[in-house]
């Protein structure tokens, strides 16, 4: 695990590339001295519009609310570092849990687009739902705690991401493909709580600890108007460039448009975080669908 500092030194790192990029590209499609093309001019036509086909004016940003109903999953991997405890795997499985998630996105140009989301979620767990298995039999412990007394774990995410995609591919307004590059922080806060030993006398004791990731991944953004209400949105992205940890994450949302600044949206979302520390891995997994409220301006 990394200390907190270094966390955040990477993720500014990571920020500051894709705001970078971002304004790049802004300045790139809004120089005032170079002539115009015949694309260009396509581009700028009532033609090549939202506005002309669908007699609407494109709205160039959206302010979204959505609700994960998240199945969190934990899973260890312990190699044998000599102390005869056996290398293996222990799994914790989480109760589902709701979370919320905040979601700006400026389209700033017909292929630009800068992605802003913020999300949380708190979920809890107890020893029924730990699995072990561990190649010497014996009971694996940390800090000196039985596993299987632990009584109840907790588990709070709080992530940040900012994304930047470049729709270039585009298929007679109604196909948007292109790249994309993420960069995202995670904050893991996690406790738990232990049974006292059989015939000891005292209360539960507990324990916490905070610990966090950052990562700049890349990915792809894709877009497919199947009407002039409905579209379907994939962002998936997961091949790493720097960070601690690598990130998968896979987001696939219907929109439906009820007025020209009001949509409805249902979605699939599946992400996983790995974390290393020497030959020891923790992973976890979170996926289930979403429902959410948009507003377009």
């Not at 953004?221 to 720097?242: K, M, W």
Request: charged share 20%.
């Amino acid at each position: 695990m990394a200390t907190r500092s270094t966390v955040f030194v990477s993720l500014l790192c990571a920020i500051m590339c894709t705001l970078i990029l971002s304004s790049l590209a802004y300045s790139q499609t809004h120089r005032s001295k170079v002539p115009k093309t015949s694309s260009d001019e396509e581009e700028a036509s009532p033609s090549a519009t939202q506005q002309n086909r669908n007699g609407e004016k494109e709205k160039k940003m959206e302010l979204g609310f959505r609700y994960w109903m998240v199945s969190p999953k934990a899973k260890a991997t312990i190699v044998d570092n000599g102390s005869g405890a056996g290398s293996g795997t222990a799994v914790l499985n989480f109760d589902r849990s709701n979370s919320p998630e905040f979601r700006y996105n400026w389209r700033f140009t017909r292929r630009n687009n800068l992605k802003i989301d913020y999300l949380q979620m708190s979920t809890d767990s107890n020893s029924g739902n730990l699995s072990l298995n561990l190649s010497s039999g014996t009971v694996f412990t940390l800090n000196n705690i039985n596993l299987n007394s632990i009584a109840q774990a907790n588990l709070d995410v709080k992530q940040l991401r900012i994304g930047y995609s470049w729709q270039g591919l585009r298929i007679k307004e109604r196909i948007k493909v292109g790249p994309m590059i993420e960069a995202r922080g995670m904050l893991f806060d996690a406790s738990y709580t232990v049974r006292p030993n059989t015939g000891a006398v005292g209360v539960s004791q507990s324990d916490s600890g905070t610990f966090g990731t950052g990562a700049l991944t890349l990915g792809m953004d894709t877009s497919v108007i199947l009407h002039r209400r409905v579209e379907v949105a994939s962002a998936i992205s997961g091949i790493p460039i720097a960070g601690l940890g690598r990130v998968f994450d896979a987001d696939t949302e219907a929109k439906f448009s009820l007025s020209q600044n009001l949509q409805l949206s249902t979605a699939y979302r599946y992400m996983r975080v790995r974390v290393n520390s020497g030959q020891n891995l923790a992973e976890l997994n979170f996926r289930g669908p979403v429902f959410g409220i948009g507003f377009k301006f």
